[in-house]
């Protein structure tokens, strides 16, 4: 079976300081990788996807088959960057999503 | 497009009442999706539908029911509440061939 592990439930840093949200995951086949985010008093929304290999709002992340990790990244973290982020794994062939714990990011004035 | 709606917003419970949550989609998606999101654990599956008149069991079904009667709307059912069906509850859907889905506001539930 599937597994998405976030090992941060909590993440705090400065504005302008790099930030990278940690997801590692298990499973058997080949996936697709998510990253959704929740901000205060905001419906769960798509950030971005593995396979679009795009920027949104400063954050990128990479798919690593080998370490199994799809880690967000942002170079220069900003206030409005603080929400909870969800790492979310679909099988190759199926349409569920596992989620991972969720990181709660902080950012700092 | 009022997208993916949720209905009631927030209930309170007594162990043993039951209930039914409300989901509704105006984007004629085929799958529809129960999550529900409790602290530390993140959002888990409970139920989820990949069209009108078909339910599935997620990671977590036990205590719930569902039904997709219609395809715009997907019930969440709670026959007898327990206090461990506290938490926040999300409704979710996707069109066929997609990859996002779409999430509702969620249900904010407690039950005594």
């Known amino acids: 079976a599937q597994r998405v592990t976030q090992p941060e439930k909590l993440l705090s840093v400065f504005k302008g300081a790099p930030v990278e949200l940690k997801c590692n995951y298990s499973y058997s086949g080949s996936p697709e990788l998510f990253w959704y985010v929740q901000y205060s008093r905001q419906r769960l929304q798509l950030l971005l996807r593995h396979i679009s290999r795009e920027s949104i709002k400063g954050f990128t992340a990479d798919l690593n088959k080998g370490e199994t990790s799809f880690h967000l990244k942002k170079p220069f973290a900003q206030e409005e960057d603080s929400a909870m982020y969800y790492c979310a794994l679909k099988e190759t062939s199926g349409s569920r999503l596992t989620f991972g714990e969720g990181t709660q990011l902080t950012v700092n004035p | 497009n009022a997208g993916v709606t949720q209905t009631p917003k927030f209930r309170v419970l007594k162990t043993g009442q039951s209930m039914t949550l409300l989901c509704a989609q105006d984007?004629?998606?085929?799958?529809m999706y129960w999550y529900r999101q409790d602290p530390g654990m993140g959002l888990r599956l409970i139920h989820y539908?990949?069209?009108?008149?078909?339910?599935a069991k997620g990671e977590v079904p036990d205590g719930y029911n569902v039904s997709r009667l219609k395809k715009q709307n997907f019930l969440l059912g709670l026959e007898s509440a327990a206090p461990s069906q506290t938490s926040v509850y999300f409704c979710?859907?996707?069109?066929?061939?997609?990859?996002?889905?779409?999430f509702g506001p969620g249900t904010r539930l407690t039950v005594l």
């Open positions: 979710a859907s996707k069109r066929t061939g997609g990859n996002e889905q779409f």
């Open positions: 984007m004629n998606h085929e799958y």
């Open positions: 539908s990949v069209g009108e008149g078909t339910t």
